[in-house]
Structures are given as C-alpha cells and as structure tokens.
C-alpha cells in the first residue's frame, strides 16, 4: 500500500488539512485528516486535488487523435498529463463520412489507452452558419444510419458528441445518442431558444465552448446563448486561454452559471509547440504567439491550452475558491459524462491527484498512485 500525505486536500466539499491519503493498487483505500505526517509517507508541502478531465481536446504536442499511429496518439495523452489531465477525451473534427468512421473505428480499437476515456466527436452534424474552423464541405444533416454505423465502430467508446440542433432529424438523433449513453453537447449552432429548449429536453446536457460559434446573446431575441446560460439543466463548456473568452464574459459565466461550468483546453496538436502552420482536418491553421487562426482570418481554431494553464489562469484573474475550481476542472465533467471513478478524492476511485502550490502552479501529478515523472 502506497501512502501520501498533503498539507491540505480539496474534497467532499470543503478544504481539509493534514491528509493522509492510502492507495491500494491504484484505488483510494483509506482518507485521514487532521493527522501528522510519518516517515512511511510521501509527503507534499503543498494543496491536492483531483486530476483535472478535459472532455474536449484534439491533440497536443505536435500531433492529433486523427493520427493513425497509436505511439502518437498516446504521446498526445502523456503530454497532457504532465500538465495535470489524468482523464482526457480524444476529441475528432468534422470528416467525410468514410474518413470519420476510419477514425472512430481506429481509436476504438485503441481505447482505453493510457489516460484517453473515450471519443468525442465535434461534426459533423454544425451550422455552416457557425462552423469555426470546421471545413463547410464535410458539414451535413445527421443520419440515423451513419449514427448507427459510428456507434458500432466506436466499439462502446463513442462518449460524446456536438451537434446543432437546429439541423433537420437533430432532436430524435439527440434522443438516439441518449439511449446509447452518449452525452450530446450543442455547439457550431444558430439555434434558437425554441429548438434550444427541444435538446435539452431530448437530453442534450452540455453547449460546446459557450459563446464561440454561435449567435452572440442579444438583448432582444433569446438564441442557445442566453437559454442555455439560464438553464438548470445545461452544463457549459469555458476555454480559459484569455483569448477564447475576455475577462468580464467570464465574470458573466461564474456569476450566473457557475454551478454548471466545465473547463475544457479545445487543445490542438499545436499545444506545447513553437508557432507555425498546421493543418486542423481539411484546414490551414496559422498559429502565432500561441494562438491558433484560420489561414487568412481571424476565426481562432482551437487552442495551444493545457489545464495546467487553465487552472492557473482562472485562480490568478477571478475570485474563485478552490472547491468551485475543482467542481469546474473535475467534479462536474465526471458528473455530467457518467465517469464513475474519478472526478473527487474519495475512497473507492482512482487516485489521480494534482498537488498545486500556492501560486497555483501544479507541482506533482500522480496517476493511479504513482508520481508522474518530469518530461
């Protein structure tokens, strides 16, 4: 049994001091608090939380999930988790039918590998009146057919999936994905606040980076933007880059919604490179100072973000607590996506940690027990 000790732990709701935290063979075995460290544990000078679990990421460190190589694909999950994501989704762009399915069927075959959870595709099924920098061409109407046929590709792996519900045959394929266990998030949408409403009663649960493409929140008409912002029922995703979203809209997010926030890095293989020039599916993406752009525009094409970043950017620039902070970074992404065994520090899930100093740095990331080593 491998034994910890922390100056301090965020769970169950609150921040405790002095926590010894026993593993067995991966798992939380036993939590003491108050207690004094001994020489049997490791000990950290410093506050733990859970792991942090990014659900929407397509690549890192110079490559995508796209990538048909597994050693590659892999790189991708150990370059996150040295910034602190112990659970990660391995995120897909919009595709020509064949080309996506090869891919589902690829990662499922692959999957669970090392950190990487499940499938995430964001597309094809957008607005081409909202689509980023997804290529307009591989846009389309979702078909039960083609569904079906990704759902048994994915081998059981297919967790999450972003679609406009404005889109004709949008509402039952949302109905459709629910009954398989796939948590259906809206995003690259004009819907309005009529057909909002429609999803999430057919159980769409989170909005794809909230406030990117889609229509802005307007004073005179109710779109998914302002609906989902004051809806109990949806969770909203928030890229914490400073560039995605300015301060104040994120003030907006932590004063109304901050029960239903997700942290996510929309992270692209650019992430943890120099600047340059890349290709996102069928795209140019210009990446300078860190930014990602469409080639020729100014329409931003993911992010170059680890939760590392993230973390330390919303805890230098916004008065949040801890607690909240894990609740946005862990606990509600494992809520929301049904991810049983990790999400709190708690007897019986996995003991993925990240130790933070008090400049909200991570210092140490443990998975499943074991110190990651510095890269």
């Given at each position: 049994m491998d034994k910890f000790w922390f100056q301090s732990a965020v769970f169950a709701g609150k921040i405790h001091s002095k926590v010894q935290i026993n593993v067995e063979s991966g798992i939380i075995h036993e939590i003491n608090v108050g207690v004094?460290?001994?020489?049997?544990?490791?000990?950290?000078e410093n506050m733990v939380i859970p792991g942090f679990i990014d659900t929407h990421c397509h690549g890192g460190g110079?490559?995508?999930?796209?990538?048909?190589?597994?050693?590659?694909?892999?790189?991708?999950s150990k370059?996150?988790?040295?910034?602190?994501?112990?659970t990660l989704f391995a995120s897909l762009v919009s595709e020509d039918v064949a080309t996506l399915e090869s891919q589902v069927r690829r990662l499922g075959s692959l999957l669970p590998l090392s950190t990487i959870e499940g499938i995430h595709l964001e597309g094809p099924w957008l607005s081409k009146h909202f689509n980023g920098a997804h290529d307009p061409n591989n846009l389309r109407t979702p078909d039960h057919t083609e569904i079906r046929n990704l759902l048994d590709a994915s081998d059981g792996k297919l967790l999450s999936v972003t679609i406009a519900p404005e889109l004709d045959h949008a509402i039952e394929i949302i109905t459709l994905?629910?009954?398989?266990?796939?948590?259906?998030?809206?995003?690259?949408?004009?819907?309005?606040?009529?057909?909002?409403?429609?999803?999430?009663n057919a159980g769409?649960?989170?909005v794809t980076h909230f406030y990117?493409?889609?229509?802005?929140i307007s004073h005179r008409t109710s779109t998914l933007a302002l609906e989902s912002l004051y809806n109990d029922q949806i969770y909203l995703e928030f890229i914490l880059d400073g560039s995605h979203i300015q301060k104040k809209a994120i003030q907006l997010l932590l004063d109304v919604a901050k029960d239903r926030l997700i942290a996510v890095t929309d992270a692209i293989s650019a992430a943890g490179m120099p600047d340059g020039e890349l290709t996102l599916g069928n795209v140019s993406v210009i990446v300078?100072?860190?930014?990602?752009?469409?080639?020729?525009?100014?329409?931003?094409?993911?992010?170059?973000?680890?939760?590392?970043?993230?973390?330390k950017f919303l805890m230098d620039n916004f008065e949040v607590s801890h607690v909240d902070a894990v609740a946005f970074f862990s606990?509600?992404?494992?809520?929301?996506?049904?991810?049983?065994n990790v999400g709190s520090i708690e007897v019986g899930k996995r003991a993925n940690f990240v130790v933070v100093n008090s400049k909200n740095e991570v210092e140490t990331v443990i998975l499943e027990g074991k110190v990651v080593p510095s890269s």
């Open positions: 004094e460290k001994s020489s049997d544990d490791l000990a950290f110079g490559y995508f999930f796209s990538n048909e190589d597994s050693k590659k694909v892999e790189s991708i370059f996150h988790l040295d910034n602190g994501t112990t994905l629910e009954s398989f266990g796939v948590t259906v998030a809206l995003g690259h949408t004009d819907a309005n606040s009529e057909q909002t409403l429609s999803a999430i769409a649960r989170v990117s493409c889609m229509r802005p300078k100072n860190g930014i990602a752009n469409l080639k020729g525009s100014d329409l931003l094409a993911g992010s170059t973000l680890t939760m590392r970043s993230a973390y606990g509600n992404p494992a809520k929301i996506y049904n991810l049983e």
